[in-house]
């Protein structure tokens, strides 16, 4: 498999190709008003993200120019600038807004949790997909920082399960987040949210018995997600006492229920072929679902071209290549658009289902009984 022929290569990409992923930050005062007026401003936030990019992408014509995917690293600061500055941002913001909603008496209960939902989409749109691109780099600081975005919403061992398992194993039986042919999203999210978090220690006790130690180590980073989570949970409780508390996790989840969305678009129904033996054929583009939605890519940098993500995942988010319907499966809207439609099984079969079955005869043909891998019980990979 080979990289797509880039569209334009430019030696430096300045600002002005990275301003459009900049427009994360105007979220900040839509989430500052939703909280100062309440009232029907708390649904301003899903709109702004949703529903506008959603209506934006139908202006636009489908993104598919691809960068050289050799520019260094050092030639894109204006692009990694805005994941670095992005952590900080979001933690003002998380606990000065629950700060002020435990301060003031202009809003009730629910439009506080309103609010807080708000946060959520805040830190699962912006915060995950963020972290997710931090988590994948080779520098310390940036990965430290994702560590911090990700336990900002209690899912700190989404790294572990990320990395170890989900890249290594995506479209077999032992990826939890590959959502199964027929299986609807409210039964996918509370067995990712348990079985994810099982798979992300199993895997971290395995890196640590190769290396002679036991689980209990001080180097299993499990330790430092609980630290920092109590910590965030710690802050939320003084800013906010236990509403606050409460306000924090409900943030918290909102955003993991975001992500867990986003996941069980990007691999619907996509499987890789058993070889024999628990051996299976390497990850290709074809194995994650592929969208060119231009103004969603913007919000989500980049995000939606996840099949060559899959390919080269350390590849960062402006250099990602757009992949053609020959070689990856396309998505017949945006994300936004899809992770909706999830949210109702019979539209999503109704609409997906033909896909991936079209997808399975043109890339294998060969593949006659597919209910193994409906139901992923081909064995185990080695």
Same mark, same amino acid.
């Given at each position: 498999m080979t990289d797509v022929s880039?569209?334009?290569?430019?030696l430096r990409l300045g600002f002005? @190709?990275?301003?459009?992923?900049?427009?994360?930050?105007?979220l900040v005062p839509v989430v500052l008003l939703a909280a100062a007026q309440g009232g029907?401003?708390?649904?301003?936030?899903?709109?702004?993200?949703?529903?506008?990019?959603?209506?934006?992408?139908?202006?636009?014509? $489908?993104?598919?120019?691809?960068?050289?995917?050799?520019?260094?690293d050092d030639a894109m600061f204006w692009h990694t600038a805005i994941t670095l500055i992005w952590p900080p941002v979001q933690a003002l913001v998380v606990f000065g807004v629950i700060a002020y909603l435990t301060r003031t008496n202009h809003t009730g209960w629910l439009e506080e949790l309103g609010v807080a939902f708000g946060l959520g989409v805040l830190s699962g749109t912006i915060g995950i997909v963020y972290a997710h691109e931090l988590m994948h780099q080779k520098l310390r600081i940036e990965r430290s920082l994702g560590d911090f975005l990700m336990t900002m919403v209690l899912y700190g061992h989404f790294r572990s399960e990320h990395l170890l398992v989900h890249h290594r194993y995506v479209g077999t039986p032992k990826d939890t987040v590959t959502a199964r042919y027929n299986e609807n999203?409210?039964?996918?999210?509370?067995?990712?949210?348990?079985?994810?978090?099982?798979?992300?220690w199993a895997a971290e006790k395995a890196m640590l018995a190769r @290396?002679?130690?036991?689980?209990?180590?001080?180097?299993?980073?499990?330790?430092?997600?609980?630290?920092?989570?109590?910590?965030f949970l710690l802050v939320a409780l003084i800013v906010g006492g236990w509403w606050g508390v409460v306000l924090f996790v409900f943030h918290a989840l909102t955003a993991v229920w975001q992500l867990e969305l986003v996941n069980y678009v990007e691999h619907y129904g996509l499987t890789r072929k058993h070889l024999g033996d628990g051996k299976y054929e390497p990850t290709g583009p074809q194995h994650s679902w592929n969208a060119d939605q231009q103004a969603t890519n913007w919000l989500l940098i980049n995000l939606q071209r996840?099949?060559?993500?899959?390919? @080269?995942?350390?590849?960062?988010?402006? $250099?990602?290549q757009s992949r053609p319907a020959d070689e990856a499966p396309q998505l017949p809207h945006s994300y936004a658009v899809m992770t909706t439609m999830a949210l109702v099984p019979p539209l999503w079969r109704r609409r997906m289902n033909p896909r991936v079955r079209a997808w399975r005869k043109k890339f294998y043909p060969e593949i006659t009984d597919w209910r193994p891998y409906n139901t992923m019980t081909n064995p185990m990979p080695r």
């Open positions: 880039p569209t334009t290569t430019p002005a @190709k990275a301003a459009p992923f900049w427009l994360s930050l105007a029907w401003t708390i649904f301003l936030v899903p709109m702004s993200t949703w529903l506008l990019f959603s209506v934006v992408d139908t202006v636009f014509d $489908l993104g598919t120019s691809n960068n050289d995917p050799d520019i260094p999203f409210h039964r996918f999210f509370p067995r990712v949210l348990v079985q994810g978090l099982r798979s992300a @290396k002679g130690r036991p689980v209990w180590d001080a180097s299993n980073p499990f330790w430092r997600y609980a630290a920092m989570q109590l910590g996840h099949s060559d993500h899959h390919y @080269k995942p350390s590849r960062r988010f402006p $250099l990602l």
